[in-house]
């Protein structure tokens, strides 16, 4: 199956990071620039929000 945008290809993804040093170190050209304190998920329940530093912290970077 072939898929196509109108807005054109995307950049090459570099393949030689792992998934957790794309989300958390890569700047990749595509990505919007999150504000400091910007939060990266929100508790649909409680509202608690969760920033870079805190998920980062949370994940399992093996």
């Known amino acids: ?3 196509s945008s109108i807005s054109g290809p995307l950049p090459p993804i570099p393949d030689s990071l792992t ?3 794309f989300i958390f170190d ?3 050209v595509t990505r919007p620039m999150r504000r400091a304190g ?4 929100i508790d ?3 509202g608690r929000a969760l ?3 805190e998920v980062r912290s949370s994940a399992a970077l093996g």
């Open 1 to 3: 199956m072939e898929i």
């Open 19 to 21: 998934i957790p040093q």
């Open 26 to 28: 890569c700047e990749y």
């Open 38 to 41: 910007t939060p990266w998920l």
């Open 44 to 46: 649909d329940t409680t």
């Open 51 to 53: 920033g870079r530093d």
